[in-house]
């Protein structure tokens, strides 16, 4: 295969929204292939497609990728975002550890039981506040860069990026004690491929909503 990367996922953020985001900064066009009925799913699954048996999956030259951080770590490396040598390599992966953990709290928001919905909030609220947002304004202030690594643009930043947006969704004024991070957003979010990527009409993905939070359940046969 050749040509654009080919996406396959549900039409929502979930799982690939982080490799739309990656793809996007560096600049690539993709396409997506949105799985919209059980059968989507169970065709991949039976031409051999899935080696897990679920998506997120890309096929990117020639290969056929599954597993979250597998395709962004390829993305990375491929289109030079990934850092100049093995330490830089670590911390990017260190920091892209902590930004999952928040995002995947975030993410379960949508599953969570309304009557449990609003100490979830607080609970996120407090974590983004007291421990992952000081420490990436920790990391800007002790050396002062535009980037979080090897002050250049890195895949992590682009993911931070993308956390910072969901945090303001959630409540904007969380990100007010952080001016690091705030003139971090903004130079990111103006940056040409970025700027493009935010613009409406763009195939990022809104939050996701009571209906295609029921669609994903009837893809997937969720109960």
């Known amino acids: 295969m050749s040509g654009k990367p080919v996406l396959h996922y549900f039409n929502a953020r979930g799982r690939m929204e982080c490799i739309r985001w990656l793809l996007a900064a560096a600049g690539v066009e993709f396409e997506e292939k949105f799985i919209e009925r059980p059968e989507d799913l169970e065709k991949l699954r039976k031409d051999g497609k899935l080696m897990f048996e ?32 093995v330490k830089e390599r670590a911390l990017i992966d260190m920091y892209a550890e902590g930004i999952a953990d928040l995002s995947e709290m975030m993410g379960q928001l949508v599953v969570t039981p309304p009557d449990q919905k609003e100490a979830k909030i607080a609970l996120i609220k407090d974590r983004t506040k007291n421990r992952y947002l000081p420490a990436f304004e920790k990391v800007l202030k002790s050396h002062g860069q535009d980037y979080l690594v090897g002050n250049r643009l890195t895949r992590v930043d682009i993911h931070l990026l993308e956390l910072l947006l969901y945090v303001e969704e959630i409540d904007s004024s969380l990100l007010a004690p952080f001016p690091l991070l705030k003139a971090l957003k903004s130079r990111l979010s103006n940056l040409p491929n970025v700027k493009k990527f935010l613009q409406p009409g763009s195939q990022r993905k809104p939050p996701i909503d009571e209906k295609a939070l029921e669609e994903a359940k009837k893809i997937f046969k969720l109960s």
């Open 54 to 85: 679920q998506v997120p999956m890309v096929e990117i030259d020639g290969m056929t990728l599954v597993q979250t951080r597998a395709i962004l770590n390829y993305i990375a490396t491929k289109y030079d975002l990934d850092g100049k040598d």
